[in-house]
């Protein structure tokens, strides 16, 4: 639950002077109970301005009450969530004491993304990295698409394979900043910037690194802000990813296509690859909101929600891994790409015909200020889809209780 807060209102001028967001408390009114909450103040806005969030453990809870502590008060130790910096290109994300996953936004690799995802029964629910099978680009939780062009009638970049050095026609997201890490007592929030570059055009890119030479340099063709939130609520796993694309270029064409071979089908935004054993061609079960069971009914199906559940390893519990689309993404309710190889991916670009629905590209132009943004939920869970009431849980996302201050 969240709300947005103008705290000055509510206190005194010495109040005001001394105010840290760590001073803010709930309580549930019918019980006394304290309810962990945690105020983020806005970044436009001095910090008594902001948003309030805290989880509902049940539906009892219907009056809640906030004050403004006069000291800090310290947390039981190891409550709530920490963001360590291991100083290697990695942010570990911890929730109660246990490491969930991490971000890696080291340029050794395409991309940045989340890896592993440690489910609810201590065990990663995405396949291991590096791994030297099928698609080893397929890397935890990040965001791809497989063809970026920065002008209408050229062929795109592949923002999707291993973006392979010295090759033009491939892309790298590069991590730039961090423009906000905030951690506490109900979510972890990793914000950062990125762009979208293509790879310079090397002279010769078979000579050692050292001796590389660049013929021509890549053009930075999107910038991103990225925002991943990792909410407290073990031992299930919630991660909100939200992403504002913004062509750095005078016009973006995503998935257009224009050599005629077929638009590609290997795009994001967000691409997941789920631990080996809860493939569907090993124990696992491709599910979505619309009644589609097994990779036949559900790829290229425009839906909701797809869950991918099965016994983690073999003869282990059955979790589940659930990638929800947000109505206020372009094409709602997507089309995804989702594979009984273990890759599951929201697609709002491929039309190939008879599964997939009309979608195709999608242009931005710099000189009206397009901007293109996705906001996408990952939920891990126990059992199947009924078990882990995943539509309930998209239903919650999309449709919170109403929340009033008075």
Not at 30 to 43: D, E, I, K, L
Not at 83 to 108: C, K, M, P
Not at 182 to 195: D, H, S, T
Request: hydrophobic content about 30%; overall charge negative.
């Amino acid at each position: 639950m969240q709300v947005e807060l103008d705290l000055a209102e509510f206190l005194t001028e010495k109040e005001r002077e001394n105010f840290h967001p760590s001073l803010v408390r709930m309580m549930d009114k019918a019980t006394g109970r304290v309810v962990p909450c945690q105020f983020s103040p806005h970044r436009s806005y001095r910090r008594l301005r902001g948003t309030l969030s805290w989880i509902m453990p049940n539906e009892a809870q219907t009056e809640l009450k906030v004050n403004v502590s006069k000291s800090q008060v310290s947390p039981c130790p190891g409550e709530g969530t920490v963001i360590w910096d291991r100083g290697d290109s990695q942010l570990e994300v911890f929730l109660n004491r246990e490491h969930v996953t991490s971000y890696i936004f080291n340029e050794a690799y395409e991309r940045p993304f989340l890896y592993p995802l440690t489910g609810p029964d201590g065990l990663p629910v995405t396949r291991s990295v590096p791994n030297f099978g099928d698609h080893p680009h397929h890397k935890g939780i990040g965001l791809a698409v497989g063809d970026v062009s920065g002008q209408k009638g050229k062929p795109g970049i592949d923002f999707w394979g291993l973006g392979t050095m010295g090759d033009p026609g491939q892309g790298r997201v590069v991590h730039q900043a961090f423009t906000q890490l905030e951690q506490g007592p109900v979510f972890a929030r990793i914000r950062e910037e990125n762009i979208w570059r293509q790879n310079d055009e090397l002279e010769d890119p078979t000579e050692p690194r050292t001796r590389w030479k660049v013929k021509n340099e890549g053009e930075i063709l999107l910038t991103e802000e990225r925002t991943i939130t990792v909410w407290n609520v073990s031992p299930l796993r919630i991660i909100d990813m939200h992403t504002i694309l913004t062509p750095a270029c005078e016009e973006v064409v995503l998935n257009a296509d224009v050599e005629k071979k077929e638009t590609a089908k290997e795009n994001g935004p967000l691409t997941i690859r789920v631990a080996d054993n809860m493939r569907g061609t090993a124990e696992g079960t491709i599910v979505n909101s619309e009644g589609g069971r097994t990779e036949k009914e559900c790829w290229g199906r425009r839906a909701r929600w797809v869950d991918y559940y099965g016994p983690v390893v073999p003869g282990g519990p059955v979790n589940g891994v659930a990638a929800m689309d947000h109505p206020s993404n372009i094409r709602h309710p997507t089309g995804w790409h989702v594979r009984d190889y273990g890759l599951f991916a929201a697609n709002p670009f491929y039309s190939k015909k008879p599964e997939w629905p009309d979608q195709g590209p999608v242009h931005l132009s710099e000189a009206k200020g397009d901007r293109l943004v996705f906001i996408y939920r990952i939920y891990v869970h126990r059992g199947d889809e009924k078990q882990g009431k995943v539509e309930q849980k998209w239903q919650d996302w999309v449709n919170p209780p109403e929340a009033v201050t008075e």
